[in-house]
């Protein structure tokens, strides 16, 4: 079975930093290219960033709204993924999920349970 | 970006109708896109991928169709489960983006 498990929410000030981490079970993880999606509570999906595979690069692309804020990391030995998000902004209150799919076609087809980040003074 | 558009923005139904739900991308997409459904405190369920392909275990009275920027998910008959929002996604251009969801909610 496939269980994708985000840890590391909370409340943060304005500013601030927090690291999340997403553990992967049950997928070749070394292979997969791992995504950082959130959902302002009551609101849409928003794309946050990506991080390719060792084989292509460890390459990190992110959205405008978090690029320069945001950073991407893989630990391929403990199949784990990390967002770490310094400079926090009000915005960026969400529930954050770690995703990934079949390698070569689209669609999200794992998700984590998903961890809120409230950012507030 | 490519802009994905859905309407209506929530459809109230009896159980046992058929429904079909649209989703616009501001620019051809082929079909790169993806369809799931959320319900409330959980996170997305992929059911259609590539536009009209059913991801593992999705029951086949869900069905995705178009090409290029106009697409729809029908489900034939709608399921008490099947309340929920139902979200587009287009993976064909960088970055990914989503609608904003048509939430389905009991007439």
């Known amino acids: 079975e496939v269980q994708l498990v985000e840890s590391g929410g909370g409340l943060v000030k304005p500013g601030g930093s927090l690291r999340l981490s997403c553990a992967v079970s049950?997928?070749?993880?070394?292979?997969?290219?791992m995504t950082w999606v959130r959902q302002a509570p009551g609101k849409g999906l928003e794309w946050v960033g990506r991080?390719?595979?060792?084989?292509?690069?460890?390459?990190?692309d992110f959205g405008a709204p978090v690029k320069g804020r945001f950073t991407i990391s893989r630990d391929d030995a403990k199949n784990t993924v990390y967002l770490q998000m310094n400079s926090l902004k009000t915005e960026d209150t969400a529930f954050y999920y770690c995703?990934?799919?079949?390698?070569?076609?689209?669609?999200?087809?794992?998700w984590g349970q998903g961890t809120l980040v409230t950012v507030s003074s | 970006e490519i802009v994905m558009t859905q309407s209506p923005a929530t459809l109230s139904v009896s159980p046992g109708e058929r429904v079909t739900l649209s989703c616009w991308a501001s620019?051809?997409?082929?079909?790169?896109l993806a369809w799931y459904q959320q319900k409330p405190g959980q996170a997305p369920r992929l059911l259609i991928y590539?536009?009209?392909t059913r991801a593992t275990g999705v029951p086949a009275r869900f069905s995705g169709s178009g090409s290029g920027t106009y697409f729809t998910l029908t489900i034939s008959s709608l399921q008490s489960e099947d309340f929920a929002v139902y979200c587009c996604?287009?993976?064909?251009?960088?970055?990914?983006?989503f609608g904003g969801g048509t939430k389905v909610e009991i007439k």
């Open positions: 996604h287009q993976y064909n251009d960088w970055p990914d983006t």
């Open positions: 049950g997928f070749p993880f070394t292979n997969a290219w």
């Open positions: 991080i390719k595979s060792k084989s292509r690069g460890e390459t990190a």
């Open positions: 995703t990934t799919g079949v390698l070569g076609r689209g669609g999200f087809d794992y």
């Open positions: 620019q051809s997409i082929s079909s790169n």
């Open positions: 590539a536009a009209s």
